[in-house]
């Protein structure tokens, strides 16, 4: 099994920034790819970035140029967010791939609002 806890989301007006941390603990040694999920309420959970243990990073189009994801071998995973806008708002959920497994985290909430 694998574990994992976000840190980092909060309140934050437009055109602010913020960074989520995610720590993996557990069966760690297989992991393949980590990342970062959202969902708004009423909408289905989207891909936000991902990024393999070769560091190959892939972005949603509706956060490129915006958004970084970072790793730290895998056991940490971080996704800085710039020029937040409200259509950002949503419960972010930290993703660890380990062979044909998924793992979540629990999620943290992200709201961008004047």
């Known amino acids: 099994q694998v574990q994992l806890v976000e840190s980092g989301g909060g309140l934050v007006q437009p055109g602010g920034s913020l960074r989520l941390s995610c720590v993996a603990s557990?069966?760690?040694?297989?992991?393949?790819?980590m990342g970062w999920y959202r969902q708004a309420p009423g909408k289905e959970r989207e891909l936000v970035a991902v990024i393999t243990i070769g560091d190959s990073a892939n972005y949603a189009d509706s956060v490129k140029g915006r958004f970084t994801i970072s790793r730290e071998y895998v056991k940490k995973v971080y996704l800085q967010m710039n020029s937040l806008k409200p259509e950002d708002t949503a419960v972010y959920y930290c993703?660890?791939?380990?062979?044909?497994?998924?793992?979540w985290g629990q999620g943290t909430q992200v709201t961008v609002s004047s």
């Open positions: 557990g069966s760690i040694f297989s992991i393949n790819a």
């Open positions: 993703y660890a791939r380990r062979g044909t497994f998924d793992f």
